[in-house]
């Protein structure tokens, strides 16, 4: 992986975020028509609470 990877990779190309394939070392990155932009980063992780009282109360919202 790309140096600074320290988990799964997102691929952001014209402010939407994509999964990339990977393949041994490589990402695999869809490419368009036309020109775009885009960056390479990691996927945003959720919160993990070991514990139950840690849990957000959302209340169903």
């Known amino acids: ?3 600074g990877l320290t988990h799964l990779p997102a691929v952001t190309m014209n402010g939407l975020t994509y999964a990339p394939g990977t ?7 869809p490419v368009f028509d036309g020109r775009c932009t885009f960056s390479v ?3 945003s ?3 993990v609470f070991r514990r139950w009282v840690n ?7």
């Open 1 to 3: 992986m790309p140096a």
């Open 23 to 29: 393949g041994n070392d490589m990402l695999i990155i």
């Open 41 to 43: 980063g990691n996927l």
């Open 45 to 47: 992780q959720p919160g």
């Open 55 to 61: 849990w957000p109360d959302t209340k169903g919202e």
